[in-house]
């Protein structure tokens, strides 16, 4: 055992000494995340263009020349491709006959998951509160919207949603033959999934992000790197003459390297909460299984890069090639949702998206394109089955001759 | 006699390539045993496979007395290992590396020893990328002593090293002998052989071609003498006259080398060619046939070549 250990210690203390790795590890993504929070630490919208939203209309036996169906088809002409125009800014969910509480209940699941940028309820009787007001009484008018605090979208269709409702106030107020002295419909707003009346701060949005992101240049950059060039420079051949074997020197590799993240970890977190205020926490075992798994999942993508590689120098060059699209095609740091297909198509083959989510979801923060949770697990652990295959199968270990 | 280290018609293959062509050879307990070569001789990959690095196509090994077709984890216990260009992490500090090493072992000698052995104690706290070529071999040495070794291979140990460094490696070998250790030394200096060696093995080609000691292999090439000079402008036609009486005269671009049984009438009418032609000697040198003589004799080519 004093062996795995010094190993490690060994692999620390050459990570820590080391400036351009110390840069890479810990330097740089402390970097990031304070940047990234001073600069969108204020904004707390994403720049979506384009929303699912559902509307459920429990006022359907109102017929269809009430006011409940004019807040409907205003919303359906609004969801519709105008002509010379760009794409309509949100995609109405709708049950053909008003709604169930059954397609409601459907809905909210959509709308904790994500797949929901917020949910529009026209209660039974809103036709008759509306032709109430109009004659002086009633019980006020209020249509209720249901919005995620955990989506940082939802808050964007809210606005959007409140703007048409206004709009739609102004044509029952003509429609009506009245100016003034009569009430505007309000949107109640119903919060689901986080604590209400909290907004969603920008570093509870991205601390995850970094985090992962720093387990992510970790395994593709450390990992390789460490591996390559201790095999080109030969230290690795002067491990094998000794009573050292290729699992125990891998035992040690790992612990150190699974150290060296938690440290990045500590650090990262430490930032994210006790400088920007961070409001997660990572205590959670299924936050804390999803952390181990991802730095085991990003080591063991570092032993495939070293086996595919014949030189120290091609692996990094392999890893440059993939740092970018892996990261960014993550969701890591804008939402996944509008892409193209053929990028989808990388997003949904890259374990850096599955993890990021899986993640997210653990400590409350969803993103805007969701996998099925078992997915977040089930990927990572076929991309470090493959990779370990393909790594006890090609991996060198000495210098080819 | 006991053996620290016994092979029998090992073999290396490396696709057409024939890198160690069955070759048997015994290493005495205690003994200094060299294998002399020039590179591409087969020297390193016999070495490699008696340190595990590699698994021989065909042969057998005995060392410490335990037979085996490749080396164990369990005999690398008892093996220290100077490879010929490993490496070590630029950023450990020469008592880390020495501490790495020893935890490998299941018995090591205090990293002080070490340090005072290779005479390194002032760098222990120094970075490896910081020490010079010689010191990075002595660390190099130090790790390949942690276990306190009974067998020991050295690989080309001062390949690349200044005289003085290179005499240093030489210094810490004799140490190691005065204690009993067993030495296995590939190099293709001449010297370094001849000063270190109890037994010298020389291969060429894959093959074992001489075995002896060094005194025995020079005596195997008769009782000849040496005259050794430069002279520009020299080629066969030019010393024609000399011929008759000398054994033999052998040119190497402006080096001359003449071998001779009677040395007193050789010099008197090399010098009376010398007069009569007008031609400078440099560095006019008389010695007694020495390995590279041997290797000479025996391959038509020089260890450098």
Redesign the interface.
């Known amino acids: 055992m004093?062996?795995i250990?010094?190993?490690a210690?060994?692999h620390i203390?050459?990570a820590i000494?080391?400036r351009v790795t110390l840069f890479w590890f810990l330097i740089f993504p402390v970097f990031l995340l304070t940047v990234l929070t001073l600069i969108f630490g204020q904004v707390n919208q994403e720049p979506t263009i384009h929303f699912e939203i559902s509307l459920v209309n429990e006022d359907i036996a109102s017929g269809t020349d009430s006011f409940s169906a004019l807040v409907e088809s205003i919303l359906v002409q609004m969801s519709m491709p105008q002509p010379n125009a760009e794409t309509p800014l949100f995609t109405l969910h709708r049950a053909l006959h008003g709604g169930s509480p059954s397609f409601l209940e459907a809905e909210l699941t959509a709308l904790r998951r994500g797949d929901r940028a917020a949910i529009l309820v026209i209660p039974e009787g809103f036709h008759q509160d509306i032709l109430a007001s109009f004659a002086g009484g009633g019980a006020g008018l209020a249509l209720r919207l249901y919005m995620s605090e955990a989506s940082i979208t939802s808050e964007t269709a809210a606005s959007i949603l409140e703007q048409t409702l206004a709009g739609i106030n102004r044509e029952i107020l003509v429609r009506g033959g009245m100016y003034d002295d009569t009430e505007s419909i309000e949107a109640e707003t119903v919060w689901v999934g986080q604590a209400e009346d909290q907004e969603l701060p920008y570093i509870d949005f991205v601390l995850p992000a970094i985090v992962l992101m720093g387990f992510f240049t970790n395994g593709l950059f450390g990992v390789t790197g460490t591996i390559l060039f201790?095999r080109d420079?030969?230290?690795l051949?002067?491990?094998?003459?000794?009573?050292?074997?290729v699992p125990r020197y891998l035992a040690g590799f790992a612990l150190g390297h699974l150290a060296l993240c938690a440290l990045q970890f500590g650090l990262l977190f430490s930032l994210g909460k006790f400088v920007f205020g961070a409001t997660i926490g990572f205590g959670d075992p299924l936050t804390l299984f999803l952390l181990l798994l991802s730095a085991v999942t990003f080591m063991a993508f570092g032993f495939f890069i070293s086996a595919v590689s014949k030189t120290a120098n091609a692996g990094m060059a392999i890893a440059n090639i993939l740092n970018m699209p892996m990261m960014f095609l993550s969701g890591m740091f804008f939402p996944i949702a509008g892409l193209p297909a053929f990028m989808l198509a990388i997003v949904y083959a890259n374990p850096v998206s599955y993890l990021l989510e899986g993640l997210r979801r653990s400590v409350g923060v969803q993103a805007g394109t969701l996998m099925p949770a078992q997915l977040t697990i089930l990927v990572p652990l076929g991309w470090i089955l493959v990779s370990a295959v393909v790594a006890s199968r090609k991996l060198r270990w000495?210098v080819e001759? | 006699m006991t053996y620290a280290l016994q092979v029998k018609d090992l073999v290396k293959r490396?696709g057409d390539v024939h890198a160690v062509d069955g070759i048997s050879f015994d290493v005495p307990t205690a003994s200094v045993f060299t294998i002399l070569g020039p590179n591409g001789a087969g020297k390193t990959t016999t070495l490699e496979m008696l340190?595990?690095?590699r698994e021989p196509d065909a042969g057998e090994i005995t060392m410490l007395g335990k037979r085996m077709l490749k080396v164990s984890?369990?005999a690398?216990?008892h093996?220290g290992?100077l490879?010929q260009?490993?490496?070590?992490?630029p950023?450990?500090k020469v008592r880390?590396i020495l501490?790495?090493?020893s935890?490998?072992?299941?018995r090591a000698l205090p990293v002080s020893d070490i340090l005072h052995l290779v005479a390194l104690e002032e760098k222990a706290a120094a970075?490896v990328k910081t020490l010079s070529g010689g010191q990075k071999q002595r660390m190099?040495i130090g790790?390949a002593l942690v276990n306190d070794p009974d067998l020991v291979f050295f690989d080309e140990p001062t390949t690349g090293l200044d005289p003085q460094a290179r005499r240093n490696i030489w210094d810490i070998l004799s140490e190691l002998k005065s204690r009993g250790k067993t030495i296995l030394l590939t190099t293709h200096y001449m010297e370094e052989a001849e000063a270190l060696s109890d037994v010298v093995c020389i291969m060429d080609q894959g093959k074992i071609i001489a075995q002896g000691s060094p005194r025995e292999l020079a005596a195997g090439l008769g009782e000849e003498t040496l005259i050794e000079f430069r002279l520009d402008d020299v080629d066969a036609q030019t010393l024609q006259p000399l011929e008759s009486c000398c054994k033999r005269i052998r040119i190497d671009a402006s080096q001359v080398l003449i071998e001779t049984l009677d040395l007193r009438e050789t010099m008197s009418q090399l010098l009376d060619w010398a007069e009569k032609t007008s031609k400078d000697f440099h560095d006019l040198r008389v010695r007694q046939p020495n390995l590279e003589d041997v290797f000479l004799s025996l391959t038509g080519r020089t260890l450098r070549e």
């Open positions: 004093k062996d250990l010094q190993l210690r060994a203390v050459t000494r080391e201790n420079r030969k230290v051949q002067r491990y094998w003459v000794t009573p050292v074997n000495d001759r | 490396y340190e595990g690095i984890r369990a690398k216990q093996m290992v490879l260009d490993g490496g070590f992490e950023h450990l880390e501490q790495l090493f935890s490998f072992f299941d970075r190099a790790a």
